[in-house]
């Protein structure tokens, strides 16, 4: 049973263009939920997703940044007009949801880093 | 508010010997989850142990043990015979509510241990 799946691993992009982060979820799994960890800091929630639904996106930024979960295919995290600031590690993580004390399977996540 | 609070940002811990890392949190629910994490260098999260807040019992998984103190809202790492491979950063964590379906998880800003020969 593959865990979850992040590509790419690591993404470089000059400030102004585009990032796109994919995710897959474990098999079964139907809770998508996307985390921004800064060097040395610890992780923060940015948005929690169903598939086709936001569920949560009190942690995303509010220009720039977009998420979705799609029917079939993976969890997409898009960054627009990347800046230096968006350079981090994003990780993602998935559940079945609604199983007592199930806990959120993370990804290898993705190093972004924008030059 | 959701708060996680860890105290120790670095450690350093003689190889063989246990080690607690500390961790309070802050919340207002009644229904909650705490996790402990581990980030080796190479980047990847990897779940160590959980406790539900009605567990009676501290949780444990091999060599981690969970010191659950709910009237102190303490939720302290236990390792029990430290190994080289322990040196990571250790994020404790929180979820409001008992299903992973209720709310996203808060992490603490992390202690980095490190295990010394």
């Known amino acids: 049973n593959a865990g979850v799946m992040q590509n790419p691993r690591h993404l470089v992009r000059r400030r102004g263009q585009e990032a796109r982060l994919r995710c897959s979820p474990m098999k079964g799994h139907s809770h998508v939920y996307w985390y921004r960890q800064l060097p040395e800091e610890g992780l923060k929630f940015m948005v929690y997703?169903?598939?086709?639904?936001?569920?949560?996106e009190s942690g995303m930024p509010k220009e720039r940044f977009s998420a979705e979960f799609p029917k079939e295919g993976p969890s997409i995290l898009r960054i627009q007009q990347v800046v230096r600031g968006d350079s981090a590690a994003y990780f993602c993580?998935?559940?079945?949801?609604?199983?007592?004390?199930?806990?959120?399977?993370f990804g290898p996540g993705t190093r972004l880093t924008v030059l | 508010a959701q708060k996680i609070t860890q105290t120790q940002p670095g450690m350093f811990v003689q190889e063989k010997e246990a080690v607690t890392l500390d961790c309070t949190y802050d919340t207002s629910d009644q229904s909650y989850g705490l996790f402990w994490y581990k980030q080796p260098s190479s980047g990847e999260m990897i779940f160590l142990i959980y406790q539900g807040s009605y567990d009676e019992q501290n949780a444990t998984e091999g060599r981690y043990s969970l010191n659950f103190q709910k009237a102190r809202k303490s939720a302290n790492l236990v390792i029990s015979a430290s190994q080289l491979g322990d040196s990571a950063m250790y994020f404790c964590?929180?979820?409001?509510?008992?299903?992973?379906?209720?709310?996203?998880?808060?992490f603490g800003s992390g202690t980095r241990l490190s295990i010394r020969p």
């Open positions: 993580a998935s559940s079945p949801g609604h199983v007592e004390g199930d806990e959120q399977f």
């Open positions: 997703l169903q598939k086709e639904n936001i569920i949560d």
């Open positions: 964590a929180m979820r409001e509510g008992r299903y992973s379906s209720a709310s996203k998880i808060i």
